[in-house]
């Protein structure tokens, strides 16, 4: 089987007009429906998969997400690489509004979202101490510099609950921490794109200084969509120049993630639980 790159795109991003045999994909999870239709095409020799966290007209707010039924929709259709496209504030000088960043770490602030797809009925704890895949990140900051835009590798995003953005001390908090970028979307995307086994990796696309830069304005919804209407364009070509340099699933950390996480016995996992995930363990428990 070829390979399947999932991308979901975020602020700005709510479509990919490189798609080609575009057919709009509607499926129920078991845990409800995603954000919307997912659009499934080709990108040259590449299948893809593109659905818009925030849905249609971006009505969707990021604590109100339906994050597992995202993941689990892309996961059903065969995804086996995923890229998460965000916007985000920059927390440090050297990256500018405009700039895309490959993070390698995150810092989950969110207080209100469903984190697992293992919450009743049966454990399962996967490593997430590096939560990205360095493959994936890679192969998409390479395809990144392909388009002329300013790429950082590496960083820390902070997610943060919103929907308000930061004050000013929360802020120079977070500064202090050390972290690269701030957000309201990756967490929990990413944990559970490690459960799903799913090579994951974040495209934040920096529009702002949020509030701690004195020298510039405090952020706001204007200055986030301007920025974002210049470097939505660098997001789709670096998609597109990934589609051909996929690495290799089955050599990222993501890949067999569950197989030493399960815990809880097989005799003791019921039916209704089997149904619930088999789409994601019928392998480790032999059906």
């Known amino acids: 089987m070829g390979y399947v790159l999932a991308v979901i795109g975020g602020s700005g991003l709510y479509a990919l007009p490189e798609l080609k045999n575009v057919e709009s994909v509607e499926l129920s999870t078991p845990y409800g429906s995603p954000s919307g239709p997912i659009m499934r095409g ?27 039924a995202n993941i689990c929709a892309m996961k059903m259709l065969g995804a086996t690489h995923m890229l998460s496209v965000s916007a985000v504030g920059s927390m440090k000088e050297d990256i500018h509004p ?12 969110t207080k209100r979202r469903h984190s697992t797809f293992f919450d009743e009925g049966m454990a399962a704890h996967v490593t997430f101490s590096d939560p990205i895949c360095p493959l994936m990140a890679e192969a998409a ?55 799903a086994e799913l090579p994951f990796a974040t495209l934040a696309l920096s529009t702002d200084y949020d509030c701690w830069h004195q020298n510039e304005d405090a952020v706001s919804v204007e200055a986030v969509v301007a920025t974002l209407n210049k470097n939505v364009e ?10 051909s340099r996929l690495p290799d699933p089955d050599k990222s950390p993501a890949s067999r993630a569950l197989e030493n996480a399960l815990i809880t016995s097989k005799n003791a996992i ?9 789409w994601l363990v019928n392998r480790y428990l032999g059906e």
């Open 42 to 68: 080709r990108l040259d020799d590449t299948a893809m998969l593109f659905l818009p966290r925030h849905g249609v007209g971006h009505r969707i707010p990021p604590s109100s997400i339906n994050y597992r």
């Open 98 to 109: 405009g700039d895309l960043v490959f993070v390698d770490q995150f810092i989950d602030l």
């Open 141 to 195: 900051a390479s395809a990144a510099q392909t388009t002329g835009a300013t790429v950082h590798r590496g960083g820390t995003y902070v997610c943060i609950e919103g929907p308000q953005f930061s004050t000013r001390a929360e802020s120079l908090l977070y500064r202090s921490w050390g972290v690269s970028v701030i957000g309201m979307t990756n967490m929990p995307e990413a944990k559970l794109a490690r459960e």
């Open 234 to 243: 660098f997001a789709r070509r670096t998609i597109v120049a990934l589609a």
């Open 270 to 278: 019921g039916l209704d639980v089997k149904e619930r995930l088999g």
